[in-house]
């Protein structure tokens, strides 16, 4: 085992055994502008001073923090680079389901042990909100109103720190009550302005985004645009990201050393058409950029 402290009890000797080598440590980062840069550098995320700023500010007054806003807005991501730098460990994330329940998350009896020993701490399997209590490792609790949990789980240690995601507008998912929303620090999340939004495409793009003309770049985002106005599906930051990867790509695979206005329009419906309704909609407005 790699950890340097031992451990006596059962079952942090279990978490230290299960999860350690997962959670990777290093050395945390605590200051805003060192997170700006290092969600940049390590996790390609373009993340503003003043949205860092007041998730610090929670995680040092000891309140959880909830990222609301729609989807493709880097919420889960987000959520997880600042847990993961703040903590110098990887963080847990708890992807939210109609099943999930607190038993999946804190722990429950192996069936089997517990029926030869009973129910003992040796029968008892740690989850990962457990764990990263014991480990002091950030949680991300990510699409909250799928789930039932709605415990305003506190931070104990430093690195031990709590981001609930949720997208509000999503109404197939449960209402949040007055009370937890009481409890923690809110940060909206919103698509972000075209410059930025060109700036998170060169990032995740890499080299590629040479393959990218000024022009089409900019007909890119007023499709988006347009979409977000018009659409019941807007496609988010990610889509945006998507479809620049996919244009690149085919473009490649054709030979070539720019993506053009066919590498754009065969790609784009594959990304942006995720709901029957807008089909009409969504041929009429990439057409009338990307017609060849
Ligand atoms: N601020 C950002 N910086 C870099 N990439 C972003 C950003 N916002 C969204 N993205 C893109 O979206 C993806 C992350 O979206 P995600 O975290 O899943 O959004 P959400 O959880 O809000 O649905 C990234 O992989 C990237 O392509
Ligand atoms: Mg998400």
Redesign the pocket.
């Known amino acids: 085992m790699q950890h340097k402290r031992e451990v006596e009890d059962v079952i942090e000797k279990k978490v230290y055994e299960t999860y350690y080598t997962i959670v990777e440590p290093f050395k945390p980062v605590r200051s805003v502008k060192g997170i700006v840069e290092q969600l940049r550098e390590k996790f390609?995320?373009?993340?503003s001073e003043k949205l860092v700023a007041l998730v610090v500010s929670a995680f040092l007054t000891g309140r959880p923090v909830l990222?609301e806003?729609?989807?493709?807005?880097?919420?889960?991501?987000?959520g997880y680079g600042i847990l993961t730098l703040w903590a110098g460990k990887k963080a847990f994330i708890l992807p939210c389901s109609e099943n999930y329940d607190e038993y999946r998350v804190i722990g429950d009896f192996h069936p089997l042990m517990a029926m030869k020993m009973g129910f003992t701490e040796e029968s008892f399997v740690p989850r990962p909100l457990l764990a990263a209590l014991i480990l002091d490792a950030g949680v991300l609790v990510?699409e909250i109103r799928r789930s039932s949990l709605r415990r305003v789980f506190k931070a104990k240690g430093e690195g031990f720190q709590v981001i609930f995601?949720s997208?509000p507008e999503d109404i197939a998912q449960g209402e949040l009550s007055d009370a937890f929303l009481r409890r923690v620090v809110r940060i909206k999340?919103t698509y972000?302005p075209e410059e930025?939004e060109k700036e998170?495409a060169k990032?995740?793009l890499g080299e590629d985004f040479k393959m990218i003309t000024e022009d089409s770049i900019s007909k890119v985002l007023a499709v988006v645009n347009e979409l977000r106005n018009k659409a019941l599906h807007k496609p988010?930051?990610?889509d945006?990201?998507?479809w620049t990867q996919m244009a690149t790509g085919l473009a490649k695979l054709r030979g070539k050393k720019k993506a053009d206005l066919k590498d754009f329009y065969d790609a784009a419906f594959s990304v942006l058409l995720k709901r029957s309704e807008d089909e009409d909609l969504v041929y009429s407005i990439v057409e009338k950029y990307f017609k060849r």
Do not use: C, Q, S, W
Request: aromatic fraction near 6%; proline fraction near 13%.
């Open positions: 390609k995320l373009i993340v990222f806003g729609p989807p493709g807005t880097g919420k889960t991501e987000v990510d995601t997208n999340f972000p930025v998170i990032l995740r988010g930051p990610a945006t990201v998507a």
